[in-house]
C-alpha cells in the first residue's frame, strides 16, 4: 500500500500531463500528420483520444488509485478480488517491463535532443544546406561517444529524480518543467505563425482532405493517441497509485487528455508555419526535426534563439516523459524486502542503461546487426527497431487491450462507476461502450495490421 500521496491535485495533473507530453507530441505528432495528409489525419486523431484515450486514462487511474500499490501488486489484488485469481496481474507486469524497455531507446532520442540543443546553442545550423544537416545528424548517429555521453545523462539524471522520491523529485521537477513546457510551446508556435507561413499551416491542419486518407492512416492515428497519452504504458498506473481520495478521475482524465492534444496541435502549429515558409517538405518523416527543421532555422529571423528553444523544449518533453517511464519499475522494486527508493532508482537506471547500450550502437558500431531476421516482422530491424517494434506495436496494444478487458467486463460494474465517480447515466453510457467495445475492437485492429505491416 503507498502512503505517499501527490501533494495537491495541481500537483498530480503537472506530473501526468508532463509525462504524458512528450516525444509523442513533439517529435512523432507532426511528421505523422505530415505524412498522412494533415487535417482529415487530426481530426481523426482527435476523435480517438476523445472516444477512446480518455476514458482508457479514466479506467487506468481507477485501478491505480483503488490499488494503491506498484502495478503487479495493484493489478493482481484486483483480480484476486474480482474474478478469484490473479492472472490479470499481467497487466502489472507489462505496466513495469514495457516502459523499461521503452526508456532504453527512448533515451537514445532524449540524448539526441540535449546534443542538437548544445548545437543550437552555439549556431552550428547557421548557413546550413540540407544535405549538411543530413551529414550533421548522420555524425551524431555515427558517434557511440558522443551518443553514449548524452544518452548516459539522460539516464542518470532521470534516476536521481526519480530516486528522490513523488514529493522530492518528480513532483519538484514537473511543477518547473510543465508550465516551462506549455509556455515555451505557445510562444514559440506563435513566433513561428508570425515569422512563417501560419495560413499554409492551418489549413495544412484543420483543413481535412479525407481523400489522402487511408485505413493505415486511421489506425496510425489511434496507435498516436493511446502512445500520445501513454495509455498501457505504465505510468498512470504508477502515478495514480499516489492519487488522493478526493481527486475527481473524470475531471483528471479530460484535463490530461485535452492537455495533451493542445500540445500535439501546438506542436503542429509550431513546426509546420517553418516548414511552409522554408519550402520543405511537410512529410519529410522522422527526420523532420533533427535534418529538416536545423535548415529552417538558419534561414529565419532568429533562429539561433528559436532553434535553441525548440529544442530545450524537446528535451523538456522527453525528460518529463522519461520519469514517468522508470517510476513503475522503480515503484515495483522499491516494494521488495529491503530495498529503499534510491537503491531501486540506481538499479533500474543500471538495468536500462545496459539494454539501452545496444540501441545506442545501432546507429554506428551494430548499424548492420539484425538478429532477427528469422522472424518476418523483425527482419532487417536492428537492436533500436526492434525494442521499438516490441513495445510500441506488441506490449502496449496488448495492455492497453487488457486493461480494457480488465475494466470494462472483470470489474464489478456498479463497482468500477462508483470509484471513477461517473454519476450522469449519458457519460456512463459513453464511457462503459467505448471501454468494453471501442476500444477492444480498435485495439485489436490496430495489433492484426501491425502484425501484417
Known amino acids: 500500500m503507498k502512503t505517499d500521496i501527490w501533494s495537491s491535485r ?46 482508457a486514462i479514466m479506467a487506468e487511474l481507477t485501478i491505480a488509485r483503488r490499488g494503491r500499490s506498484n502495478p503487479v501488486a495493484a493489478t493482481a489484488g484486483i483480480s484476486l478480488a474480482e474474478a478469484g485469481h490473479s492472472r490479470w496481474q499481467i497487466i502489472g507486469w507489462l505496466s513495469i517491463l514495457a516502459p523499461l524497455i521503452g526508456l532504453s531507446f527512448y533515451a537514445v532520442v532524449s540524448g539526441w535532443a540535449l ?69 515555451l510551446l505557445l510562444g514559440l508556435a506563435g513566433y513561428a505563425c508570425v515569422v512563417g507561413s ?99 532555422f538558419s534561414e529565419m529571423p532568429g533562429g539561433q534563439l528559436f532553434g535553441t528553444l525548440f529544442f530545450l523544449l524537446i528535451f523538456f518533453a522527453a525528460y518529463t516523459s522519461g520519469l514517468g517511464m522508470m517510476e513503475p519499475f522503480v515503484s515495483w522494486l522499491e516494494d521488495r524486502p529491503r530495498w529503499n527508493r534510491r537503491r531501486a532508482a540506481l538499479c533500474t537506471a543500471v538495468l536500462i542503461w545496459l539494454l539501452g547500450l545496444a540501441a545506442v550502437f545501432s546507429f554506428n558500431i551494430w548499424q548492420n546487426f539484425t538478429p532477427l531476421d528469422m522472424i518476418p516482422q523483425m527482419q532487417g530491424r536492428t537492436v533500436f527497431s526492434i525494442l521499438d517494434y516490441v513495445t510500441s506495436n506488441l506490449m502496449l496494444p496488448i495492455n492497453a487491450l487488457m486493461i480494457a478487458l480488465l475494466a470494462g467486463w472483470v470489474i464489478n460494474n456498479k463497482q468500477m462507476r462508483i470509484d471513477i465517480g461517473i454519476h450522469n447515466n449519458v457519460s456512463w453510457f459513453v464511457w462503459n461502450y467505448s471501454i468494453r467495445y471501442l476500444a477492444p475492437f480498435a485495439i485489436i485492429c490496430m495489433f492484426v495490421a501491425n502484425l501484417w505491416e
Not at 28 to 52: C, S, T
Not at 218 to 247: C, E, I, K, N, R
Request: aromatic share 12%; hydrophobic share 55%.
Open 10 to 55: 495541481t500537483t498530480f495533473l503537472f506530473a501526468t500531463i508532463s509525462c504524458s507530453v512528450g516525444l509523442g507530441n513533439l517529435w512523432r505528432f507532426p511528421y505523422i500528420a505530415g505524412e498522412n495528409g494533415g487535417g482529415a489525419f487530426v481530426l481523426i486523431y482527435i476523435g480517438f483520444v476523445l472516444l477512446i484515450g480518455i476514458p
Open 115 to 183: 546534443e542538437y540543443l548544445l548545437l543550437a546553442a552555439s549556431n552550428q545550423f547557421s548557413g546550413i544546406s540540407h544535405s549538411e544537416a543530413e551529414a550533421m545528424f548522420a555524425n551524431v548517429l555515427a558517434s557511440p561517444t558522443r551518443m553514449l555521453f548524452c544518452y548516459s545523462l539522460v539516464i542518470g539524471s532521470v534516476a536521481f529524480v526519480v530516486g528522490s522520491g513523488v514529493r522530492k523529485g518528480i513532483e519538484r521537477v514537473s511543477k518547473f518543467m510543465m508550465p516551462a513546457l506549455f509556455l
Open 198 to 296: 501560419a495560413g499554409a499551416a492551418l489549413s495544412f491542419l484543420f483543413e481535412p482532405d479525407f481523400s489522402r486518407l487511408t485505413a493505415q492512416a486511421v489506425l496510425m492515428a489511434f496507435g498516436q493517441a493511446l502512445f500520445s497519452l501513454a495509455v498501457g504504458t505504465g505510468a498512470m498506473l504508477a502515478y495514480g497509485a499516489y492519487l488522493p481520495a478526493d481527486t475527481s478521475i473524470p475531471g483528471a482524465a479530460w484535463t490530461i487528455g485535452l492537455a495533451d492534444t493542445a500540445a500535439a496541435l501546438l506542436a503542429g502549429m509550431l513546426i509546420f508555419p517553418v516548414v511552409f515558409a522554408s519550402g520543405l517538405n511537410p512529410a519529410e518523416g522522422p527526420g523532420l526535426i533533427f535534418v529538416t527543421l536545423p535548415m529552417a
